[in-house]
């Protein structure tokens, strides 16, 4: 069954950190992009960070230099390390498989994702 598992979120200040895992089924970790997404209120699900089986990562320039990205194979786990948080990464946080490190378009059915809220 594909299955994908979202954890730590949480209500934390300005400037703080976080870190999200994601542990997902085989069938799912081994389509082998991983990526995580966020949504917004009142905005679309966007793809933030991606990360191959190689370990190659690329982020959306909005994340860039702060987000961190990381994947334990054992584990079927996918982390985001999240660093000097703002008030615009509040969302409800997502991972997903993707086809390529380009792509945007999720492969299996989302699960319930994890809160992420920014704010003093």
């Known amino acids: 069954q594909d299955q994908l598992v979202e954890s730590g979120g949480a209500l934390v200040r300005p400037g703080g950190s976080l870190r999200l895992s994601c542990v997902a089924s085989?069938?799912?970790?081994?389509?082998?992009?991983m990526g995580w997404f966020r949504q917004a209120p009142g905005n679309q699900r966007e793809v933030i960070a991606r990360?191959?089986?190689?370990?190659?990562?690329n982020y959306e320039d909005a994340v860039k230099g702060r987000f961190i990205i990381s994947r334990d194979d054992a584990k079927n786990t996918v982390y985001l390390q999240m660093n000097d948080l703002k008030p615009e990464d509040t969302a409800v946080y997502y991972c997903?498989?993707?086809?390529?490190?380009?792509?945007?378009?999720?492969?299996?059915?989302w699960g319930q994702g994890t809160q992420v809220t920014v704010s003093s």
């Open positions: 997903n498989a993707l086809s390529f490190l380009s792509s945007e378009m999720p492969r299996f059915p």
């Open positions: 085989q069938s799912v970790f081994n389509f082998g992009v």
């Open positions: 990360i191959s089986r190689a370990g190659n990562k």
